[in-house]
């Protein structure tokens, strides 16, 4: 176990698992066209197909780490953060939910994991996080919190005072600053 699991004292960091940490969204799109095969179908049928193909055992388990994501890890990790995966757990899959904490046990071991409804239930100081909807829910209730949120294509044009986008190293030195008075106290 790692000395920043070990700091119950420390500033937590929440980090959210997909679009984040893991590659959901390139696998499903990936398995989604598999199934379909070149057939068009409507919105509301490629939902159902998405759902399927996700359930199948060992989907979420095996999904793929982004580097963006585990970059800004590395930087918490060593600012002395302690790190806990905070994720959304589908409300029709509960083996999703025990292939996520599946997937941190084995890429990033020194984490606490909470599979959850509702993010805003849980407390921290930074949160990382793609998603601006889950983004803006858990900051209403810590409007002093700093958001780091990896750039993704969903994420484009959304602007917030305490998010930082983070699509290049440089990016992620720019928000060092904030973190660091975070990290101490
Ligand atoms: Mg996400």
Redesign the pocket.
């Known amino acids: 176990m790692s000395a920043s699991r070990r700091r119950t004292d420390a500033p937590v960091a929440v980090v959210?698992?997909?679009?984040?940490l893991c590659d959901?969204d390139g696998a499903a799109a990936r398995d989604v066209a598999r199934a379909l095969g070149g057939d068009r179908v409507s919105a509301a049928t490629r939902l159902r197909i998405e759902r399927l193909v996700t359930s199948q055992p060992g989907w979420w388990a095996s999904l793929k780490p982004l580097p963006t994501g585990f970059r800004i890890l590395r930087l918490l990790r060593g600012m002395g953060f302690r790190l806990a995966v905070l994720?959304?757990g589908p409300a029709g899959s509960h083996g999703a939910w025990s292939e996520k904490v599946a997937w941190c046990a084995r890429h990033l071991p020194d984490a606490d994991v909470t599979v959850t409804h509702d993010k805003a239930l849980v407390h921290g100081r930074v949160m990382v996080?793609?998603?601006p909807e889950?983004i803006e829910g858990w900051l209403r209730w810590r409007p002093q919190a700093l958001v780091l949120m990896p750039a993704?294509p969903w994420n484009r044009g959304f602007r917030h005072p305490n998010v930082r986008r983070i699509a290049t190293a440089k990016d992620l030195a720019r928000a060092k600053p904030g973190l660091a008075a975070i990290a101490r106290g």
Do not use: F, N
């Open positions: 959210d698992l997909d679009g984040t959901y994720t959304k996080d793609d998603w889950a993704q």
